[in-house]
């Protein structure tokens, strides 16, 4: 089946790195994604890894995945307040596009 | 434009009444998709377009649910006799192509409240 959970929030000093987690259940995904929402704003796409990767680092964010325990996490490194967000997964597993999103992870990055 | 665009971005209505939330794509955009995010919730998908047709309504709530797109552009969705948890942001998104990788860009949203 389709599912993808995250914890829901995560404090973070300024400075220090954030890593964020989820984990999801259909192993037939094919790429998996990292969204930003921040208030009131609608979802800005970070980054994306597909299935065969391991790891995409993109400046200041680095995507591990682990197939084989269906583990994705993205780390921000530096994290700065302009960070402080909500961190949507997503996966995708059908070719044609629909994505399955995870609850989000409330990020707080305190001074 | 240069992104997607969503009108209105917040509307108010009278429980009862219908509502109709419009969504530009991205110019050239095939695929458009409609989904809903409740008050601290994730986003819960409601309906795909490939061009004009919708191969996947699978998540539209109930009969009270219906969208349309015209031109292979701009869509709309139609919520009728709006309950009190039909309140929600109503986010729309389009991507250039099906196929895994083609990410999903996303409007603003319209946020619908209920009374």
């Known amino acids: 089946g389709e599912d993808v959970e995250q914890s829901l929030f995560l404090s973070v000093r300024e400075g220090d790195s954030s890593v964020i987690n989820c984990t999801y259940t259909?192993?037939?995904?094919?790429?998996l994604y990292w969204y930003k929402q921040e208030p009131g704003a609608g979802l800005q796409l970070l980054t994306y890894i597909f299935s065969n990767m391991d790891m995409k680092q993109d400046q200041r964010l680095t995507v591990l995945l682990n197939k084989k325990d269906k583990h994705l996490s993205l780390r921000i490194a530096d994290t700065q307040t302009g960070d402080s967000a909500i961190y949507f997964c997503a996966e995708k597993v059908r070719s044609w596009g629909k994505l399955q999103f995870g609850a989000g992870t409330q990020v707080v990055v305190t001074p | 434009g240069a992104g997607v665009s969503q009108s209105p971005s917040n509307k108010v209505t009278e429980k009862g009444k219908d509502v109709e939330l419009r969504c530009d794509p991205i110019s050239g955009h095939t695929a458009l998709y409609w989904y809903r995010q409740r008050l601290g919730q994730g986003l819960e998908f409601l309906i795909y377009f490939q061009g004009n047709s919708a191969p996947d309504k699978s998540g539209l709530p109930s009969d009270r649910f219906s969208a349309e797109r015209t031109g292979e552009s701009v869509s709309t969705l139609t919520i009728q006799r709006t309950q009190q948890e039909d309140s929600a942001v109503y986010l729309c998104?389009?991507?250039?192509?099906?196929?895994?990788?083609?990410?999903?860009?996303f409007g603003n949203g319209t946020r619908l409240t209920v009374t």
């Open positions: 998104a389009s991507s250039l192509v099906q196929g895994p990788g083609s990410p999903l860009h």
């Open positions: 259909d192993s037939s995904s094919t790429y």
